[in-house]
């Protein structure tokens, strides 16, 4: 973080296959000079997030925030925190502190650094995944459409930002019942991801396994086809599976059985789904 990189993009899982994408906010360039005390304790705060540890996680942005509050005002390391510890409380439903912060951060961005600026964008699109979280749809989507063109703007409409954005905003559609509206949001997710991420990219698979789904939903099993087989053939590659026959179709079976007893109930219906495409094929 303390390296002036804009953002860092992570991924969280909801509760079916579906990924969110988010951001722990970094220090942009307009930051003031480094406080060790704070870019300590915001660095081991987001080691922590990564790993697992939320608890040390917030206690350590809390640190951090105590260390930002000495700060000017309207200096960005408050924004960045306040972002982080955000993105902690929306994940523990703590929904109003999470709302809070990032309304204390988007005011410091839109002073300091403009209403369109990419810091901006990371910060509404984790309000909007917020919103998202209560089912407050009609709050979400008009910020997901600001970060689309926040992005488009400051990272370029191929970059992988533009497919985080696209993703987001066609899950919140899916919620909705809105297929018909998310399924060329996931195509162009796809498309930028090839480019960015690489096909094989675990990011952009599920992106596929989606897409597929929503497909399926819609009857258009031939669109679907070639998506499952595509999210099958990675699934087959990431657990071992080499061959195509029974056994291997039986094995992908145990897999998804596997998955939904640990709670995976999402990957394990694509999975599912995905084994009854290859085998009418």
Same mark, same amino acid.
């Given at each position: *973080?303390?390296s002036? %990189?804009? #953002?860092?993009?992570?991924?969280?899982?909801?509760?079916?296959?579906?990924?969110?994408?988010?951001?722990?906010?970094?220090?942009?360039?307009?930051?003031?000079?480094? /406080?060790?005390?704070? +870019?300590?304790?915001?660095?081991?705060?987001? #080691?922590?997030?990564? #790993?697992? %540890?939320?608890?040390v996680?917030?206690?350590?942005?809390?640190?951090a925030?105590?260390?930002?509050?000495?700060?000017? +005002?309207?200096?960005?390391?408050?924004?960045?925190?306040?972002?982080?510890?955000?993105v902690?409380?929306?994940?523990?439903?703590?929904?109003?502190?999470?709302?809070?912060?990032?309304?204390? $951060?988007?005011?410091? %961005?839109?002073?300091?650094?403009?209403?369109?600026?990419?810091?901006?964008?990371?910060?509404?699109?984790?309000? $909007?995944n917020?919103?998202?979280? %209560?089912?407050?749809? &009609?709050? +979400?989507?008009?910020?997901?459409?600001?970060?689309?063109?926040?992005?488009?703007?400051?990272?370029?409409?191929?970059s992988?930002? *533009?497919?985080? #954005?696209?993703?987001?905003?066609?899950?919140?559609?899916?919620?909705?019942?809105?297929?018909?509206?998310?399924?060329?949001?996931?195509?162009?997710?796809?498309?930028?991801?090839?480019?960015?991420?690489g096909?094989?990219?675990?990011?952009?698979? /599920?992106?596929?396994?989606?897409?597929?789904?929503?497909?399926?939903?819609?009857?258009?099993? +031939?669109?679907?086809?070639?998506?499952?087989?595509?999210?099958?053939q990675?699934?087959?590659?990431a657990?071992?599976?080499? &061959?195509?026959?029974?056994?291997? *179709?039986? $094995?992908?079976?145990?897999?998804? $059985?596997?998955?939904?007893?640990?709670?995976?109930?999402?990957?394990?219906?694509?999975?599912?789904?995905?084994?009854?495409?290859?085998?009418?094929?």
């Amino acid at each position: *973080m303390a390296s002036g %990189q804009l #953002s860092k993009l992570l991924l969280r899982t909801g509760c079916s296959s579906a990924l969110v994408w988010l951001f722990l906010a970094a220090v942009p360039v307009a930051a003031g000079p480094v /406080d060790t005390a704070w +870019a300590e304790a915001i660095d081991s705060g987001e #080691s922590a997030y990564r #790993s697992g %540890q939320k608890k040390v996680a917030e206690e350590l942005f809390e640190t951090a925030l105590a260390e930002a509050e000495k700060f000017p +005002a309207t200096d960005v390391r408050r924004a960045t925190t306040l972002n982080d510890l955000a993105v902690i409380y929306d994940e523990t439903a703590r929904y109003d502190k999470a709302e809070d912060c990032y309304t204390r $951060a988007l005011a410091i %961005q839109e002073k300091v650094l403009g209403a369109d600026s990419a810091e901006v964008a990371t910060t509404l699109n984790n309000m $909007a995944n917020l919103y998202k979280d %209560q089912r407050k749809y &009609d709050k +979400a989507e008009p910020m997901y459409q600001r970060v689309i063109g926040i992005y488009a703007k400051t990272k370029g409409p191929e970059s992988e930002y *533009m497919a985080m #954005s696209y993703h987001n905003l066609a899950l919140l559609y899916e919620h909705e019942g809105r297929l018909k509206d998310a399924i060329p949001l996931y195509k162009n997710a796809i498309e930028i991801g090839d480019k960015t991420m690489g096909p094989d990219n675990d990011h952009v698979i /599920d992106l596929v396994g989606n897409l597929a789904a929503a497909y399926d939903h819609e009857g258009q099993k +031939a669109s679907a086809k070639p998506l499952f087989h595509r999210y099958l053939q990675s699934v087959k590659g990431a657990v071992g599976i080499e &061959d195509d026959g029974p056994a291997a *179709m039986a $094995a992908l079976r145990k897999f998804a $059985a596997a998955m939904r007893k640990d709670g995976q109930n999402g990957n394990a219906d694509l999975v599912e789904k995905a084994v009854q495409y290859e085998a009418g094929k």
